[in-house]
Nanobody
Framework: QVQLVESGGGLVQAGGSLKLSCAAS????????LGWYRQTPENERELVAK???????YYAESVKGRFTISRDNAKTTVYLQMNSLKSEDTAVYYC?????????????WGQGTQVTVSS
């Protein structure tokens, strides 16, 4: 089994910063990509940022220039540095891992962490 444990959410004022962390553990052959999604009660879950096994990075247009995705050298922990936060960034943020277990490719989700930006 693969587990994702998230941390780092919280309450911050607009213009402030937060850093989210997500650590993957368990048995897997490879981590193909790690990413962050977010969801509000009004909207569907959306991709915020993703980093692939080859270190390619993708960002949603709404966070480009403000958020930075990175990972540790072991490539099992992913971070999301969020700067210049806006009220519209308020959401539950979910970590996602695209993993290969034996010959099966699976998407694993974290439990979610609340980010609230006060204006």
């Amino acid at each position: 089994q693969v587990q994702l444990v998230e941390s780092g959410g919280g309450l911050v004022q607009a213009g402030g910063s937060l850093k989210l962390s997500c650590a993957a553990s368990g048995s897997f052959s490879a981590i193909n990509a790690l990413g962050w999604y977010r969801q509000t009660p009004e909207n569907e879950r959306e991709l915020v940022a993703k980093i692939t096994g080859g270190s390619s990075k993708y960002y949603a247009e709404s966070v480009k220039g403000r958020f930075t995705i990175s990972r540790d050298n072991a490539k099992t922990t992913v971070y999301l540095q969020m700067n210049s936060l806006k009220s519209e960034d308020t959401a539950v943020y979910y970590c996602n891992a695209d993993v290969t277990i034996t010959y099966q490719r699976l998407l694993i989700w974290g439990q979610g962490t609340q980010v609230t930006v006060s204006s």
